[in-house]
């Protein structure tokens, strides 16, 4: 192995030998620190690759069991629980988020249906007024806040990307149907069952096995800051009411909250398992999680716009599903369209596509500037698809 690439464990099958290159060439060219990287086909595991290192002083090597903050490739997870939930007939995508949450319908979103809430739709995307770290560990104070907030614009009209707010938006219509938050129910209901390793924050005995994350370079840092300074009132809202990054993501605070847009932890396996439900169309390991009616809605398209909040950063129009991101004419998630998935930021991804019977989750702990389309994910899914 060459110096400038740590040792890499695992499986790879010799079909997708191009898969480990391509993790290998994040080491060696785009300056990964640790890292790990699942594929399915078919339900079964063609690669399952992990190496580099768990610490910004690279004292601790990255293990097969080694967990990692995975950012907003939550929500993917997140979404699941209310699909789950309205599968089984407890609550209509089409109805109003008040009939579950009667509160909601203050300063006008009377009207807001849940599929707003899943689609990034609700006019949400941030608060209005400052809102600091520790209200938004206050899981009561911060839905009691959007539930009295006016939307930035006419719900249902366009996406703009609710990034820190959706856990709670979509999190609070899972509490007032199941009676459970996110994570107890995605634990008792997926997650358990199946013996996926992934949480919404992190137990403190699994503290010990968490990668740490490390902020990006100095230059990546200045390239974020060139774009924030561009920001709109309400993508500045969404992004940065409040700032977190990695330090914080670091602190036993942040994995001892519910944040289910934000902070889940686990192994790019876990990742894998959890879209793989989707890929799978809803079958995993046995276990009937969505009915296959159930996943072509988690893809419905609701409409390509320039997202309101990333619109800038991507320079493009794109589309939303109910809770994760089409693939589209750019191949974020691969060359079919119809391809599904979410990024976090820095970095990592989770991608399923039913067509080609394929889950993908990457994991890292080096986070770059990018909120999406991450030049390591993107190399690593050319790989995949390159091996089909």
């Known amino acids: 192995m060459s ?32 890292a790990a990287v699942t594929v399915t086909l078919d339900g079964r595991t063609v690669v399952d690759l992990w190496g580099g290192w768990a610490d910004a002083a690279r004292t601790r090597a990255w293990e097969r069991d080694t967990v990692v903050n995975v950012w907003s490739t ?24 008040a009939a579950y949450w009667p509160e909601f319908a203050a ?7 849940v599929r707003h809430l899943l689609s990034h739709r609700a006019g949400l995307a941030g608060l209005r007024e400052p809102h600091s770290v520790d209200q938004l560990y206050d899981w009561e104070l911060t839905v009691a806040r959007l539930a009295a907030a006016e939307p930035w614009w006419e719900p249902g009209t366009r996406s703009g990307y609710h990034a820190l707010t959706y856990g709670f938006l979509v999190g609070e219509v899972v509490r007032r149907v199941s009676g459970e938050l996110p994570g107890a129910f995605l634990e008792r209901e997926v997650t358990g069952p199946l013996g996926i390793d992934f949480t919404i924050g992190l137990p403190e005995k699994e503290a010990g096995r968490a990668a740490e994350l490390a902020q990006p370079r100095a230059a990546e840092r200045g390239e974020q800051a060139a774009l924030l300074a561009g920001l709109t009132p309400v993508a500045l809202a969404a992004l940065t009411n409040p700032a977190v990054g990695a330090a914080e993501a ?11 847009a934000l902070n889940g932890h686990g192994t790019a396996r876990a990742v894998a398992a959890l879209y793989g439900i989707l890929a799978r169309r809803g079958d995993w390991g046995g276990l009937r999680v969505l009915s ?19 619109g800038a950063g991507f ?44 889950s993908m989750g990457y994991v890292m702990n080096r986070m770059g500037p990018h909120i999406a389309d991450d030049p390591r994910k993107t190399a690593l899914v050319d790989a995949v698809y390159g091996a089909l």
């Open 3 to 34: 110096r400038n690439v740590p040792r890499i464990d695992g499986y790879c099958d010799s079909r997708f030998a191009a898969v480990r290159a391509a993790f290998e060439d994040n080491f060696r060219g785009r300056e990964e620190l640790g």
């Open 74 to 97: 939550t929500k993917g997870p997140a979404a699941l629980c209310l699909h789950i939930l309205a599968d089984r007939g407890l609550l209509d995508l089409d109805a109003p988020v």
């Open 107 to 113: 300063s006008g979103k009377e009207a807001v249906l």
């Open 250 to 260: 670091n602190s036993p605070r942040w994995r001892a909250a519910e944040l289910p």
């Open 292 to 310: 296959p009616a159930a996943v072509e809605r988690v893809r419905e398209g609701q409409g390509s716009c320039r997202d309101l909040v990333l």
């Open 315 to 358: 320079g493009r129009d794109t589309e939303v599903g109910l809770g994760l991101w089409l693939s589209g004419r750019e191949g974020s998630y691969g060359p079919n369209p119809r391809a599904f998935g979410h990024d976090g930021l820095g970095g990592s991804c989770g991608l399923a596509d039913p067509e080609a019977g394929v």
